[in-house]
């Protein structure tokens, strides 16, 4: 099993920043995409930011100029910087991938499970 482990939300004003990790375990060897999804109450999860191992990122319109995604392959940890937080960003914010080559003693192997974390709380309210 791979574990993905979030950290950093919170209650924010808004206007306010935060910074989300999600930090991935498990016999990893590498890890191919990586993403940030949300999903606010009565509303379905949606894809906020997601970029690849060669570090081309793709973002949700609402988000674009506001928030930044980045990776850190050799701790295999992903991050969320959310600048000028509004309201409407309130949600439960989830990392997830969908491939993994993890390492068992001297064989790799491709795992293609979909892996999300618990989420983490983003408030953003006055």
């Known amino acids: 099993q791979v574990q993905l482990v979030e950290s950093g939300g919170g209650l924010v004003q808004p206007g306010g920043s935060l910074r989300l990790s999600c930090a991935a375990s498990?016999?990893?060897?590498?890890?191919?995409?990586m993403g940030w999804y949300r999903q606010a109450p009565g509303k379905q999860r949606e894809l906020v930011a997601d970029?690849?191992?060669?570090?081309?990122?793709d973002y949700a319109d609402s988000v674009k100029g506001r928030f930044t995604i980045s990776r850190d392959n050799a701790k295999d940890t992903v991050y969320l910087q959310m600048n000028s937080l509004k309201a409407e960003d309130t949600a439960v914010y989830y990392c997830?991938?969908?491939?993994?080559?993890?390492?068992?003693?001297?064989?790799?192997?491709?795992?293609?499970?979909?892996?999300w974390g618990q989420g983490t709380q983003v408030t953003v309210s006055s």
């Open positions: 997830h991938t969908g491939g993994v080559r993890r390492r068992f003693g001297g064989v790799i192997i491709s795992d293609f499970t979909d892996y």
């Open positions: 498990g016999s990893i060897f590498s890890i191919n995409a």
């Open positions: 970029i690849t191992s060669g570090g081309s990122t």
